[in-house]
């Protein structure tokens, strides 16, 4: 039987216990998610994970193993970072309503979570289009399998599984690529005085996010940043 959510992978970066992978393994299973993602995690034990994950041990298997964040994100459209805090940076939160109407559209989503003992960094958090936190009372710590099962029993309660058509949004390596090309034009000119490169590249992230370009769209964007790039640098060297 197919997964009614399969087009949601769930990305664990730099866990540090396989006990809880195992565990949120077996929350995938139950609530019919994608593919579990790890990103570089510090030690895994194999056994550890499936003796956590009992009927979910196909999820463990299958598992993908990748050494960055850019890699487990390469092929998401959309890519979700949860947080129990609010960030420094200028990362719009989603609610709980919103994730589930944006995860009933056909598109391969990205859903991070961090570190146990610290969530994720400012880094981790570079190619999030945007964030999202599940409300809590008092103590804002959740079990990363907890956090799964939350995530997944809202998903189930919500609506009806997407249809089969998957969307044309472009992937996050595209949207990246365009990004790295737009970055570098803007090295070449003033706009970057006095700002922050790292939150001008994420707010470009976000803005993808929102449009509806498809991938013949960002290609010519990034043609022309392209030309601009190299257009701007011969009248440097010239001079």
């Known amino acids: 039987m197919k997964a009614p959510f399969e087009h949601i992978s769930i990305v664990l970066i730099r866990p540090q216990h396989s006990g809880n992978i195992g565990a949120v393994a077996r929350s995938i299973a139950n609530h019919g998610l994608g593919q ?36 487990a994100v390469s092929n998401a459209q959309l890519v979700l ?21 944006r995860a009933s559209t056909p598109q391969r989503i990205s859903l991070l979570f961090g570190p146990e003992d610290s ?36 998903l189930m309660q919500s609506s009806t599984s997407p249809s089969e058509e998957m969307s044309s949004q472009p992937s996050m390596g595209l949207q990246k690529r365009v990004i790295d090309a737009g970055m570098q034009t803007l090295e070449l000119t003033s706009f970057l005085n006095g700002k922050n490169p790292v939150h001008v590249r994420n707010h470009l992230i976000q803005v993808l996010g929102k449009a509806t370009l498809s991938q013949n769209d960002l290609v010519f964007i990034k043609s022309i940043c392209d030309k601009t790039f190299h257009s701007i640098r011969i009248l440097k060297d010239v001079k």
Not at 58 to 63: G, N, Q, R, V, Y
Not at 81 to 101: E, K, L, M, V
Request: charged share 15%; aromatic share 8%; net charge negative.
């Open 36 to 71: 579990l993602i790890l990103v570089d995690p510090p030690a895994f034990d194999p056994d550890r994970a499936r003796w956590m994950a009992p009927h979910a041990h196909h999820i463990i298997d299958e598992a993908r193993f990748v050494p960055s964040v850019e890699d």
């Open 81 to 101: 970072g949860t947080s129990a805090r609010n960030r420094a940076w200028n990362i719009p939160f989603i609610d709980i309503p919103t994730f589930c109407n």
């Open 119 to 154: 969530g994720l960094s400012n880094l981790d958090m570079q190619f999030c289009h945007a964030m999202i936190a599940l409300p809590t009372h008092h103590h804002q710590s959740l079990n990363l399998s907890q956090a799964v099962n939350v995530f997944g029993a809202h």
